[in-house]
């Protein structure tokens, strides 16, 4: 294990050997960020390469750790998905509309981090608004797939879960309002986590739906999520929805026994949308878990088919109340000449905002509009509650759902960019965690044609404990999270 | 259900933003396409059941006490404004 390079080595990996001085901070940031400028031609992870920054903090974290000051986090390099606002560094949100942004402030999310001692290589790319499941939306290009550069590396958070696959991160931040963290995770072959909504402060996380979005984490491991987690969750009074609970020693439950642990086989994830071949990869981490001596147990949620297109009024309606602050006043993009007010706005949005986010901010404009708001907006909301309710139900059967993340493994680029609805039942069983709040993991459980397949998780509110211990013991019996694509070894 | 150009217009006008010749034939279709696609909750029986707001039950929005925590930092945030003088965002002139 000693031997292994550095890109090959998981968060805890890096750690262990900062701490036993095989190699210092400077040595591992530089390593990664070399690894990182060589494949963006290729992958085209990163919006921004912080390289003179990162060496910088990375020699500081040497001198604390050289003067036994160092935390677990310190030292150890990480990216950061370009969603949150990171001061005097361009935030773009993967948008032309932010292209000129430099946040004149961290996110806490960021800042709780860097206080930590970790190092910032870059920021990654990700879908407009982290409106996309295959990160074509971006402003700056679209991200590739590591294991097959002419597939999609998933979305909204591709740039995190791309590098973190190509190990030229060894762990990045990401968020998630209908599977952005998962789905991902989940066609990338890493470990992704989102957390129950409120865990994690959204302060500087630039918002796309308010009652859907959580940060979260892509990272090799669970382990080295649990490491991560323990740092950016807990309460913010800058964030209003961020809630006042304990943070839990995450790492100091990784390894607890599963012996009954009930899983819930939610019927309606294994429809006919789900590729025979990735359910095949299911069944087996599914018998994985029966070894450690876990139960299956089968589960019903029947509103949960209602979940994509109840998110497709929800997610719309709050998003284009939440772009309704890009006016090319303040900041952002401002057109040229505008001849009056009304012109400025209008040609600043239309020239700023891509087509995706145009078509979600219109489609949400139409919902809350007078004469629709009760028949979609309310009617939605409702049908949520119904979700909600099934999933509630289900945790009075089981502990822990698990299923697919993704019905299928990662499709090519342009195959389903001229079709909206297509490309939206890409989340069809990521959705529903977010309508009801729930925290949802995807971990690797094999593959389909050298294609990643995810195994996902979701679990009570703030189960985040659990739910890392359920997939630790699980990476702990299996190796497919530490594969890594030929062409990044 | 289909949504006319001029639906699209309006909802163009409603959320501020300058659609192009080419662009509104594609928002006439996708739009009418979302629409019909979110028309499936017309199947749920939801008589009776509260509208969902917060995703955690019995949690409602905080509030914080009415005390000043910042401090003006104007002349840093106006950095990233398209236009200012003398600490005010420009914007055409609204009136003649």
Same mark, same amino acid.
Request: hydrophobic content about 40%.
């Given at each position: 294990m000693s031997a292994s390079p550095i890109h090959r080595r998981t968060l805890a990996g890096l750690a262990k050997g900062l701490k036993q001085r095989e190699f210092s901070s400077v040595e591992v940031a530089r390593a990664f960020l070399d690894r990182l400028e060589s494949s963006q031609p290729d992958l085209n992870a990163f919006v921004t390469v912080t390289r003179d920054a990162a060496l910088a903090s990375a020699a500081v974290a040497d001198r604390r750790l050289a003067a036994g000051e160092g935390g677990p986090l310190t030292g150890l390099p990480l990216a950061h998905k370009d969603i949150f606002c990171t001061e005097g560094v361009l935030t773009s949100c993967g948008s032309k509309m932010l292209a000129n942004f430099v946040s004149p402030y961290d996110a806490t999310v960021v800042a709780r981090l860097r206080e930590a001692g970790t190092v910032m290589l870059g920021k990654a790319n990700m879908d407009e608004f982290a409106m996309g499941s295959s990160n074509e939306t971006s402003h700056f290009g679209p991200v590739r797939n590591p294991w097959d550069v002419a597939r999609v590396p998933g979305g909204s958070s591709g740039g995190s879960a791309a590098a973190v696959a190509a190990r030229v991160a060894p762990a990045a931040t990401a968020t998630d309002t209908g599977g952005s963290i998962r789905q991902p995770a989940a066609l990338c072959g890493v470990t992704g986590i989102k957390p129950t909504y409120g865990r994690v402060s959204r302060y500087g996380m630039i918002a796309f739906a308010s009652s859907l979005d959580q940060g979260g984490l892509i990272t090799i491991s669970a382990e080295d999520a649990a490491l991560l987690l323990g740092a950016i969750a807990g309460f913010d009074p800058r964030d209003s929805t961020s809630v006042d609970t304990p943070v839990p020693d995450y790492a100091a439950t990784l390894g607890e026994p599963l012996a009954g642990l009930r899983i819930g086989l939610v019927r309606e994830f294994f429809d006919k949308g789900l590729d025979a071949r990735c359910e095949a990869r299911?069944?087996?981490?599914?018998?994985?878990?029966?070894?450690?001596?876990?139960?299956?147990?089968?589960?019903?949620?029947?509103?949960?088919?209602?979940?994509?297109?109840?998110?497709?009024?929800?997610?719309?309606?709050?998003?284009?109340?939440?772009?309704?602050?890009?006016?090319?006043?303040?900041?952002?993009?401002?057109?040229?000449?505008?001849?009056?007010?009304?012109?400025?706005?209008?040609?600043?949005?239309?020239?700023?905002?891509?087509?995706?986010?145009?078509?979600?901010?219109?489609?949400?404009?139409?919902?809350?509009?007078?004469?629709?708001?009760?028949?979609?907006?309310?009617?939605?909301?409702?049908?949520?509650?119904?979700?909600s309710a099934d999933f509630a139900r289900a945790f009075g059967e089981c502990d822990v759902l698990v299923g697919p993340t993704s019905p299928?493994?990662?499709?090519?680029?342009?195959?389903?960019?001229?079709?909206?609805?297509?490309?939206?039942?890409?989340?069809?069983?990521?959705? !529903?965690?977010?309508?009801? !709040?729930?925290?949802?993991?995807?971990?690797?459980?094999?593959?389909?044609?050298?294609?990643?397949?995810?195994?996902?998780?979701? !679990?009570?509110?703030?189960?985040?404990?659990?739910?890392?211990?359920?997939?630790?013991?699980?990476?702990?019996?299996?190796?497919?999270?530490?594969?890594?694509?030929?062409?990044?070894? | 259900m289909s949504l006319s150009r001029s639906d699209i217009e309006k909802i163009a006008h409603l959320a501020r933003l300058e659609l192009t010749e080419n662009e509104l034939p594609v928002y006439v279709d996708s739009l009418s396409r979302i629409i019909d696609f979110v028309g499936e909750l017309d199947r749920a029986q939801t008589a009776g059941i509260e509208p969902m707001a917060h995703p955690l039950p019995g949690l409602a929005q905080r509030l914080r006490a009415d005390e000043v925590l910042e401090t003006d930092r104007h002349e840093l945030f106006q950095r990233n404004a398209p236009q200012v003088e003398a600490g005010l965002y420009l914007v055409p002139k609204v009136i003649e």
């Open positions: 299911i069944r087996e981490a599914l018998a994985v878990y029966e070894k450690l001596g876990a139960k299956l147990v089968e589960v019903s949620c029947p509103n949960l088919p209602l979940s994509v297109p109840t998110y497709y009024v929800v997610a719309p309606a709050e998003c284009s109340s939440n772009l309704a602050r890009f006016d090319g006043v303040r900041f952002g993009h401002r057109c040229e000449q505008p001849r009056n007010l009304a012109d400025l706005y209008r040609r600043s949005r239309g020239e700023g905002f891509g087509a995706e986010v145009k078509r979600r901010i219109m489609t949400g404009t139409y919902v809350l509009s007078a004469g629709y708001y009760d028949a979609y907006y309310l009617k939605a909301q409702r049908v949520r509650q119904l979700i299928t493994p990662a499709f090519p680029l342009g195959a389903k960019t001229s079709d909206p609805i297509t490309m939206y039942l890409n989340d069809i069983y990521t959705i !529903g965690a977010n309508l009801a !709040g729930l925290p949802g993991m995807s971990i690797p459980c094999g593959f389909v044609d050298g294609l990643p397949v995810g195994l996902q998780l979701v !679990g009570p509110h703030f189960s985040e404990a659990r739910m890392l211990n359920v997939a630790h013991r699980y990476q702990t019996e299996t190796d497919w999270h530490l594969q890594v694509p030929a062409a990044y070894a | -």
